[in-house]
């Protein structure tokens, strides 16, 4: 793992202001994780969206597209390992 984008005071910070009134470092080092997955499946997608329109430099508008929904967002995750395996399947 490289260099941190937020430290892990940051990130028990985050989840101090979600409500919580005690964090365990697991759930910490946790939320580190799932933030970065999250963030390179927002990255790749965007950088999708940017070759798609023929274009080498990632938009504002590529992350808008890239990131998840409001109301779910985990369904882009949903949706992207439903494709993985539908295209894996011999029909």
């Not at 005690?22 to 969206?49: P, S, W």
């Not at 938009?59 to 894996?88: E, G």
């Amino acid at each position: 793992m490289g260099e941190r984008a937020y430290s892990l005071y940051d990130i028990e910070s985050f989840i101090r202001e979600a409500g919580a009134e005690k964090v365990t470092e697991d759930a910490v080092r946790n939320l580190e994780k799932e933030l970065e997955r999250l963030t390179e499946l927002v990255a790749k997608k965007a950088k999708a969206y940017a070759a798609h329109a023929k274009r080498s430099s990632i938009r504002r508008s590529d992350v808008v597209l890239a990131k998840p929904s409001q109301s779910s967002p985990y369904a882009f995750i949903r949706k992207a390992k439903a494709t993985n395996n539908n295209s894996k399947s011999v029909r």
